[in-house]
């Protein structure tokens, strides 16, 4: 059995030589697998999967079975932190997810406090233990969280927006509010994330869904700069059962963060996760050897058939080119996996994204 | 009365030297003004309005009234030639445009065909006329279209996405089709846009509103490449009723195409719009004095309180700084205006860009 260390996901996040591109995919647990469908259906619903570790567990394993992937991510729910803070998360039938008890005011905000992630999260922490165990090393496990600027937008909201109408209003007519709220949200997530760090994460990643929403200054004063406060407060290694120790990388991802990734490379994070818009060529240049790269193929190419999946995955990879020194290359989605993804065009890309970066690597 | 040289706002596109930055704010004829609803009221339906040459001119012209902008825009819909093409366009009451005949098979793309401007389109025409005559010259009258690629995703998706999985499967699957479509969206927008040059426009422009959502290469292939076959295919220039023979600019937007500036900027259009993602600074850093730049204002911004409009827009217009020679730019949102604007705010927008542009020349 592999010690931590070796883990090809891990190497590529230390920027170390690889024999090929390691490869995971977000939301890899989901909806296009009828295997989830029915743990979910026993569960009885989505929030239900996400707070029995069991559950949670059985689903974060079910696409390892299937595909050779090379990294498990904890099955979990972006929104489990507010909820902790008692804002009433629910899911309506069909809708997205919903707070009862939106933040809107002063007398709100000021309410708001970081909650205790060995208390009201526990169950979290239960799943990444439970997990880990049943991984037996297998794969390493990613833990997560949202980012302080997402977690605020549904906070606002109350839930999705289109228009971000409700925390961009915020942002501009009352900036005090909106920055109080992300201060508390910024410990909550740093102290959340060394909660799992300490359970057994061996990565973790930062999912800034919406920080592309913002203008560019909005951006970097309202999401990148708590980014920063949470990626300095994280513990970046932990004591393995056997007592060695390991470093835990940290990605961090700003959906739509195109216009800024050299700032997100500055916050002290191991790798930047990409979404589909940049081409990986492109980012390598502007990123150079300051981190790893997680991505970047549109979701919707797994809805064409296996020969394209195959051939988009080829030429992303041929963009990328093989890792030289220093450049470690994460292969991804820019976006979670969709659920009418066919099973099979997952199989024909984690095939393609293995062979063909070995080939890469060869031809050098 | 001016000879239409002589407006601030083509002096922009033109890249000549202006005594202040010129603006006009996309969906400026719209629901947040009262007026715009009771004539909505009216005319029964919002395609009526569009469709009755009257309606749309007393529209187009009720922002002018209240506030000192410097250009008109046609008021229409994105989804005309679609409509023209037999696609059938209704709108279901409080969701967006649907189409009852969607575009997603061989049979259907090959009956596919340009509409004539002058017969199924003749009542935009009209409006074009109707408008330029109420105008008497006060401001510029902006015309304008949907990109090729715009105009399919409705015509595919049969309506809005949020992620464009038709479309996108269909590019990734049977790109042969996508590009049929393409070419002939291509052939109808020019020919679109060459009829309402020759009924009046003095501007055209073309809102790529969903070339952003494509992947770093799909996008040069599949929206990039078409907007470049409009730009190449239109009149440049009208000669107005007084025998003056004058440019017609050409302003491309594509929203989210912060990562293909500089190749937007390549396709020979006078302008590039921008949305509120790319500092201004940035972005003529970016296009130096290859093109005017039209933006960029998060709209949200226009939910704060007069004082922060006044404030983003200073900032704004410092941030690109008093147009050097050959740096046109007209100021704008990033995207249209919200219903939800207070009408006030939109007068100290208009004021803060006029009196702040005004100060900065001055400072030079």
Redo the contacts between chains.
Sequence with gaps: MPTPKEHVFLKALRREPTDYTPIWLMRQAGRYLPEYNATRKRAGNFLALCKTPELACEVTLQPLDRFPLDAAILFSDILTVPDAMGLGLYFAEGEGPKFERPVRDEAAVAKLAAPDPSAELRYVMDAVRTIRGALADRVPLIGFSGSPFTLACYMVEGGGSD???AI??M???RPDLLHRILAVNATAVADYLNAQIEAGAQTVMIFDSWG?V??????QAFSLDYLRTVVSKLTRHRVEADGTKADVPVIVFTK?G??WLEQIADIGCDAVGLD????LG?ARDRIGARCALQGN??P??L???PD?VRA?AI?LLDDHGAPRTGHGHVFNL?HGI?Q?TPPDNVAALVETVHSHSRRLRTAL
């Design positions: 228009d971000f109408r961009k209003t942002l501009y007519a592309g913002l203008a560019d200054g909005a951006y739509g195109g216009p589909w818009t940049i081409g492109r193929l549109d919707m190419v809805m064409a058939g394209q988009e030429r820019g969709s009418f």
